[in-house]
């Protein structure tokens, strides 16, 4: 016997979702439909709030509810500290150690030219003219060192490289993560010890 319309329309839904399968799927939509009426509401707003709340920060590409996001305004950070990262997951794996109090952009990506992407395509160009113009950076400070902190990968090291390079000419400190973090791997399975090590560990960029 066939789900119900509406069952089988939120149970192809689901299945969009990354890692969500079929059967997933259908243990979800059923566990939905067992909710309270005033729970699955709750649910449903809570999406809608994610679409029509959650934005990019304006300065450094963190998804945030507030614009600027709550790090670029927090009172304490280190400003003159930037740490590039590829993904919001990447900063909230830096976040939970604790130890960085710097701040944060994100490039929303990497350098892929198989895959056609190139640095017009990230954020790369708004890093620039953080560092470019000071009064585009969070509260007004010139920006004194970029740590790179992308992951360890052939697209990411492409990347390094023209950051640094970039970086460079406007003689900035230019520092990325020491290779505690193995070659290959992604930043948001790293433990926060070796977050932590990476990031205490980090070396200038040759030039």
Request: aromatic share 4%; glycine share 8%.
């Given at each position: 016997?066939?789900?119900?319309?509406?069952?089988?329309?939120?149970?192809?839904?689901?299945?969009?979702?990354?890692?969500?399968?079929?059967?997933?799927?259908?243990?979800?939509?059923?566990?939905?439909?067992?909710?309270?009426?005033?729970?699955?509401?709750?649910?449903?707003?809570?999406?809608?709030?994610?679409?029509?709340?959650?934005?990019?920060?304006?300065?450094?590409?963190?998804?945030?509810?507030?614009?600027?996001?709550?790090?670029?305004?927090?009172?304490?950070?280190?400003?003159?500290?930037?740490?590039?990262?590829?993904?919001?997951?990447?900063?909230?794996?830096?976040?939970?150690t604790g130890l960085f109090r710097g701040v944060y952009h994100v490039l929303a990506g990497q350098i892929d030219p198989l895959a056609?992407?190139?640095?017009g395509d990230l954020t790369a160009g708004a890093l620039l003219d953080r560092v470019d113009h000071p009064d585009h950076h969070c509260?007004?400070?010139?920006?004194?060192?970029?740590?790179?902190?992308?992951?360890?990968?052939?697209?990411?090291?492409?990347?390094?490289?023209?950051?640094?390079?970039?970086?460079?000419?406007?003689?900035?400190?230019?520092?990325?993560?020491?290779?505690?973090?193995?070659?290959?791997?992604?930043?948001?399975?790293?433990?926060?010890?070796?977050?932590?090590?990476?990031?205490?560990?980090?070396?200038?960029?040759?030039?």
């Amino acid at each position: 016997m066939s789900n119900p319309q509406p069952v089988e329309r939120l149970i192809e839904r689901l299945t969009t979702l990354p890692g969500i399968g079929r059967r997933s799927a259908e243990r979800m939509a059923f566990a939905i439909l067992k909710m309270p009426r005033e729970e699955a509401a709750a649910l449903a707003q809570a999406i809608m709030d994610l679409k029509d709340r959650v934005r990019h920060c304006r300065i450094c590409f963190n998804l945030t509810d507030v614009d600027p996001c709550a790090i670029c305004t927090a009172p304490g950070r280190d400003r003159t500290q930037v740490l590039v990262v590829e993904a919001p997951r990447d900063l909230v794996s830096f976040e939970s150690t604790g130890l960085f109090r710097g701040v944060y952009h994100v490039l929303a990506g990497q350098i892929d030219p198989l895959a056609g992407i190139g640095p017009g395509d990230l954020t790369a160009g708004a890093l620039l003219d953080r560092v470019d113009h000071p009064d585009h950076h969070c509260g007004g400070e010139r920006i004194q060192e970029v740590i790179l902190g992308l992951n360890p990968t052939l697209e990411g090291d492409s990347t390094a490289l023209y950051l640094a390079e970039e970086l460079a000419r406007r003689g900035v400190r230019v520092s990325r993560l020491a290779r505690g973090i193995p070659s290959g791997s992604q930043l948001e399975y790293a433990s926060a010890a070796v977050l932590a090590d990476a990031l205490a560990m980090r070396r200038d960029v040759a030039r």
